[in-house]
């Protein structure tokens, strides 16, 4: 009998410290006046794309390496470029002289037709009053029609060399452009995600030469169920928490919401959970110090209750 009573109390005892346990071991209610959500940092990515071709003759690419704006990643062999450029140049300056000489002979003609001009008054006036002979009022007439003629000629021509320098000069101008396209720089302050070619390797238009991300802005989204999101204001404050540095709180605001509700991402563990209608949330993350990386799980907590104080602890909620 008393063995029996014995094993009774033991398997209470037993039963009691398993439910003791569970009770201490659950996570502690998320405080009134905060909301939760979790997500991955991400990141604006910027592809860097080659516009010309060439071999790849100098390299900056380290990924993880922060570099500023305007700082060359990549320079391009362009020797073939650089050839075509001078011949176009060269073109350009011929074509110049050209036009020059037809201006300087337009300038000449034009001086020799005022003269004919007037000679042809002249001489019609006197052949009128019966001076000159028919013969003298056709040669003036002649000389005139020539004037007239080499000047239309080579105004045209002028018009026709100024049009043809215009062009040399555009596609010296896009060589040119060419040329500079050969030298890869950054758009902006960033950080080198992924480098797409190596040293040597020949670089063709459209391929990848580098990933790059701006460290000093990155976001978290996360998704709140619908009953909560007329909460969630914008620029209101938020924490963010990673697993890399799990005794560090990284602050932020609320950036945006999403005006529409959507189905729970697939990225949810439970089936039940994808049911339910979320608004997403983006958040401004403070990343000055770059610790936080693309990629990154987090959690955040967001205060949409401006009289409440920040814990000292923040818990992930059951």
Request: net charge negative; proline share 3%; hydrophobic share 45%.
């Amino acid at each position: 009998m008393k063995s029996w009573i014995w094993t009774v109390i033991v398997v209470v005892m037993i039963a009691a410290g398993s439910y003791a346990f569970y009770i201490f071991t659950l996570p502690a209610e998320l405080e009134d006046g905060f909301l939760y959500g979790n997500g991955h940092v991400e990141g604006t990515e910027v592809n860097i794309s080659a516009e010309v071709t060439g071999r790849v003759l100098e390299t900056n690419l380290v990924e993880g390496k922060i570099v500023a704006k305007d700082s060359l990643l990549v320079a391009l062999d362009t020797r073939d470029n650089l050839a075509r450029l001078a011949i176009a140049q060269a073109n350009v300056d011929a074509l110049k002289i050209e036009q020059q000489r037809y201006v300087e002979d337009l300038a000449t003609w034009r001086e020799l037709f005022a003269t004919a001009e007037r000679d042809l008054k002249r001489y019609t006036e006197l052949r009128e009053r019966g001076i000159v002979t028919i013969q003298k009022l056709d040669q003036i007439t002649n000389v005139h029609r020539e004037a007239l003629g080499r000047v239309r000629a080579l105004t045209a021509q002028v018009g026709e060399t100024r049009a043809r320098t215009t062009v040399a000069e555009k596609e010296a101008e896009l060589l040119q452009i060419d040329v500079d396209k050969a030298r890869i720089s950054t758009p902006m302050d960033a950080t080198i995600l992924a480098k797409g070619i190596e040293l040597g390797e020949l670089a063709v238009r459209e391929s990848l030469v580098a990933v790059l991300v701006d460290m000093d802005d990155l976001e978290l989204k996360v998704y709140l169920p619908e009953k909560v999101i007329g909460k969630v204001k914008l620029d209101a404050p938020c924490k963010v928490q990673v697993s890399a540095f799990e005794d560090r709180y990284f602050d932020c605001r609320v950036k945006r919401v999403d005006q529409r509700a959507q189905f729970t991402p697939r990225d949810i563990n439970m089936p039940e959970e994808r049911v339910r209608m979320v608004f997403g949330v983006v958040l401004a993350l403070a990343n000055s110090d770059g610790y936080l990386k693309p990629g990154m799980p987090a959690d955040s907590w967001i205060r949409w209750d401006e009289s409440k104080a920040w814990p000292t602890s923040l818990v992930v909620p059951r």
